[in-house]
């Protein structure tokens, strides 16, 4: 029985030690910019043609590039932007198209986080207006 809870004791111990060294090791990892503006490369260019192939991977692209701008979006709506003013009313076509004229006009952001550039897109387009009581 001691030698049981010995072993356990000491398994345990390692196993708080792994994860300890594990997250001094921590990586963060977000999408740049420049990754950003890559799966919106081909939005709004549905006049092209492209192969089922090339066309499915442009839809995946688009989904992401259009979800991430509106979900950030939504995001700043909630947190900065009175509803009834600022970002209200815009359509998910507008926010990709701003968002993407910004970043494609900025290239030296492209390393930066993608939210930074999006914050400040939406900021300048849409400029926050405050809550009034």
């Not at 709004?44 to 688009?62: G, M, R």
């Not at 507008?94 to 930074?116: C, M, N, R």
């Amino acid at each position: 029985m001691k030698t049981t809870f010995a072993t356990i004791l000491i398994a345990l111990v390692l196993c708080v030690s792994a994860a300890a060294q594990s997250s001094k090791d921590l990586v963060v990892v977000y999408i740049t910019a420049g990754e950003l503006s890559t799966s919106c490369q081909h939005w709004d260019n549905s006049d092209q043609k492209f192969s089922h192939e090339e066309a499915l991977k442009i839809t995946i692209a688009n989904g992401f590039c259009q979800g991430y701008i509106v979900g950030f979006a939504d995001n700043l709506t909630i947190d900065h932007w009175n509803p009834s003013a600022g970002i209200g009313g815009v359509t998910q076509h507008q926010l990709v198209a701003v968002v993407k004229q910004y970043i494609d006009s900025h290239p030296q952001l492209w390393g930066e986080p993608a939210f930074t550039s999006v914050t400040k897109a939406l900021s300048e387009a849409f400029p926050p207006k405050p809550l009034t009581k």
